[in-house]
């Protein structure tokens, strides 16, 4: 499948980097983009809101930099996150920062708002929309996304139930646009894997938490390190939104991980209060496994690039 222009050409790995909600910060994003790879940052991480100009200024200013330095090495683009749902109170201040800026690509979660994609495409910006089903994934596009991320069983943070595969053939039926993969997706062969399955890109997250550019503990990012897939925890506690967590949070809280209670999706919040929640309740995929060591954002890339690129040589043979 085409991938839009400002995709086209412009990875040296069919990647997206996640946003990671308070992890994300202009070093992770910058480090992610000059590697090749798509880095992108949720808006409300910027606090308070006067700070994510002050963001998108020194990301743009620091790829244009990396661009005229290295002319045979082109940075990738850089992808905003903002939080389409009620209680965001910022959106449209947040919305304002990514048109001045011209923000490349525009991530948008939880609701899809036709107001929101216009205001991205006014001045040539592209909207990817993360869903969990075919339904919502049907509804993004009808409001003008132009693109889907299919966020499956295992993805860190917020995330479905479906089976990639599943979610992946079902969009698959009807949407020919671009359309990436997240859930796990934490190696080169599980970014080929996507492809094989029908997405054009992998959408990597919860690696990038053990990363030395990564506004992370120490603790959160050893633990990403130290776990595997049974550390993780499904649940709607945090947020009133279901997602996976590191069972060891939960334990450095004080709380049973076995016996968690449940939480009201109606009083679902993304204020100071759910970044203090977060601070604690560390969010996880199950694809941990693989992560072995805290390293530099371009060393994790460097992996995911051999694998690739090892994945690809197994299946020619």
């Given at each position: 499948?085409?991938?839009?222009?400002?995709?086209?050409?412009?990875?040296?790995?069919?990647?997206?980097a996640?946003?990671?909600?308070?992890?994300?910060n202009?070093?992770?994003?910058?480090?992610q983009?000059?590697a090749?790879?798509?880095?992108?940052?949720?808006?409300?991480?910027?606090r308070?809101?006067?700070?994510?100009?002050?963001?998108?200024?020194?990301?743009?200013?620091?790829?244009?930099?990396?661009?005229?330095?290295?002319?045979?090495?082109?940075?990738a683009?850089?992808?905003?996150?903002?939080?389409?749902?009620?209680?965001?109170e910022?959106?449209?201040?947040?919305?304002?920062?990514?048109?001045?800026?011209?923000?490349?690509?525009?991530?948008?979660?939880?609701?899809?708002?036709?107001?929101?994609?216009d205001?991205v495409h006014?001045?040539?910006?592209?909207t990817?929309?993360?869903?969990?089903?075919?339904?919502?994934a049907?509804?993004?596009?009808?409001?003008?996304?132009?693109?889907?991320?299919a966020?499956?069983?295992?993805?860190?943070?917020h995330?479905?139930?479906?089976?990639?595969?599943a979610?992946i053939?079902?969009?698959?039926?009807?949407f020919?646009?671009?359309?990436l993969?997240?859930g796990a997706?934490?190696t080169?062969?599980?970014?080929?894997?996507?492809?094989?399955?029908?997405?054009?890109?992998?959408?990597?997250?919860?690696a990038?938490i053990?990363t030395?550019?990564?506004r992370?503990?120490?603790?959160?990012?050893q633990?990403?390190?130290?776990?595997?897939?049974?550390?993780?925890?499904?649940?709607?506690?945090?947020?009133?939104?279901?997602?996976?967590?590191?069972?060891?949070?939960?334990e450095?809280?004080?709380?049973?991980?076995?016996?968690?209670?449940?939480?009201?999706?109606?009083?679902m919040?993304?204020?100071?209060?759910?970044?203090?929640?977060?601070?604690?309740?560390w969010?996880?995929g199950?694809?941990?496994?693989?992560?072995?060591?805290?390293?530099?954002?371009?060393?994790?890339v460097?992996?995911?690039?051999?694998?690739?690129?090892a994945?690809?040589?197994?299946?020619a043979?």
């Amino acid at each position: 499948m085409a991938l839009p222009p400002v995709l086209d050409g412009k990875l040296s790995l069919p990647a997206i980097a996640s946003p990671l909600f308070i992890i994300s910060n202009p070093a992770l994003v910058i480090a992610q983009c000059k590697a090749g790879v798509v880095g992108s940052f949720p808006a409300l991480n910027a606090r308070p809101a006067a700070q994510l100009d002050e963001w998108l200024h020194e990301i743009r200013e620091a790829l244009a930099e990396h661009d005229r330095d290295n002319p045979d090495n082109p940075s990738a683009p850089y992808a905003v996150n903002q939080i389409v749902h009620r209680s965001n109170e910022r959106l449209e201040h947040d919305v304002e920062m990514c048109v001045k800026h011209k923000a490349p690509i525009v991530i948008t979660s939880l609701g899809a708002r036709v107001d929101v994609n216009d205001a991205v495409h006014s001045y040539g910006g592209i909207t990817l929309h993360d869903v969990i089903n075919n339904t919502y994934a049907k509804k993004a596009i009808e409001k003008g996304a132009d693109g889907l991320i299919a966020i499956a069983t295992g993805a860190g943070g917020h995330a479905g139930t479906l089976s990639p595969i599943a979610l992946i053939q079902e969009i698959r039926e009807w949407f020919d646009g671009p359309l990436l993969l997240g859930g796990a997706i934490a190696t080169g062969d599980a970014i080929l894997a996507a492809q094989a399955m029908g997405a054009d890109l992998g959408y990597v997250g919860s690696a990038f938490i053990a990363t030395d550019e990564a506004r992370a503990q120490p603790e959160y990012k050893q633990m990403i390190a130290d776990c595997g897939a049974d550390d993780i925890v499904y649940t709607n506690l945090v947020t009133g939104v279901h997602g996976n967590y590191l069972r060891g949070s939960f334990e450095l809280a004080g709380m049973d991980p076995d016996a968690l209670p449940e939480s009201d999706p109606t009083k679902m919040d993304f204020g100071q209060d759910k970044t203090k929640a977060w601070k604690d309740i560390w969010g996880s995929g199950q694809g941990i496994g693989a992560v072995k060591n805290v390293v530099p954002a371009a060393d994790l890339v460097a992996r995911l690039k051999e694998e690739y690129a090892a994945a690809k040589k197994r299946l020619a043979v």
